[in-house]
């Protein structure tokens, strides 16, 4: 019977050996020697040590434990980058905005290359507009008409005192000659360039006197002079003109010089 008992008695001191820091034990039992003790119903079965242990643990908060939760790692499913699509259509303009803030001023440029030489005491505007206040007759075979009435007469290129255009800029120019006939008599002029008859300004003889006029263009080289000449012929010639109404007018001007 002792035999028996041996065993039980070692199992009960090595479950309060096994016990945690901070539990208590359950107080023992007294039991009599020499007398038989009912360890376990027949329908039970004994718990080990190591169960009782697990049970014990997991019970506890202090000694659960940790959740496991997966992770994924994305990328390892992230497939590969595809091709760039095709441009798609432009949206509707949008409105107008305001205007901006004006904007600081740049740095000042480089100085430019030096031009070309240009001519000396070149004036590229010509033109003059002179007039004469008194009639004239032909008195010879030639008879330079001269001016007495200065309109415009830009750089004084035409000369007052010899009735003559100068020619300093050459080029191509614009001329014209406006005269007053006279009663029963011929107008006969010539608008000369140099020595020559370039254009002619020619009335016969009538019982009214007109207002006659020429124009014409001139290609001229610097030194050519142009001017207004009276041709006298078998009639008397003459033009009409009074102190207070000019009636005889000499107008020229540049129109494209032949440098630029």
């Not at 990328?75 to 432009?90: A, V």
């Not at 030489?117 to 008194?134: H, T």
């Not at 035409?158 to 000659?177: D, E, R």
């Not at 030194?223 to 078998?234: A, L, P, T, Y």
């Amino acid at each position: 019977m002792m035999l028996a008992i041996l065993p039980i008695l070692f199992l009960i001191s090595s479950l309060q050996a096994s016990l945690l820091p901070g539990e208590k034990a359950t107080p023992k039992k007294e039991t009599r020697r020499g007398s038989c003790i009912r360890c376990c119903d027949s329908s039970e079965q004994p718990v080990s040590i190591t169960s009782s242990r697990y049970i014990r643990m997991t019970s506890d908060s202090a000694y659960s434990l940790p959740k496991v939760r997966p992770t994924i790692d994305i990328t390892i499913l992230k497939g590969e980058k595809g091709e760039t699509g095709s441009t798609g259509l432009s949206g509707p303009e949008g409105k107008e905005g305001q205007p901006g803030l004006q904007g600081s001023n740049g740095r000042k440029g480089q100085k430019g290359q030096l031009g070309l030489p240009g001519n000396s005491c070149k004036q590229y505007y010509v033109a003059f507009s002179v007039g004469r206040r008194k009639p004239l007759h032909s008195s010879d075979y030639y008879q330079h008409v001269t001016f007495d009435m200065e309109f415009v007469n830009l750089y004084k290129h035409f000369n007052m005192f010899t009735g003559k255009f100068f020619c300093y800029v050459a080029g191509i120019y614009f001329f014209s000659l406006n005269v007053h006939t006279w009663n029963y008599k011929e107008t006969y002029l010539h608008i000369m360039r140099n020595n020559t008859e370039a254009a002619i300004l020619y009335a016969q003889p009538s019982e009214r006197s007109i207002m006659q006029s020429q124009s014409l263009m001139l290609d001229l080289l610097e030194g050519d002079e142009v001017w207004v000449r009276m041709f006298k012929r078998e009639r008397e010639n003459a033009i009409y003109s009074e102190e207070s109404d000019i009636y005889i007018i000499f107008n020229g001007h540049l129109i494209k010089p032949a440098i630029e």
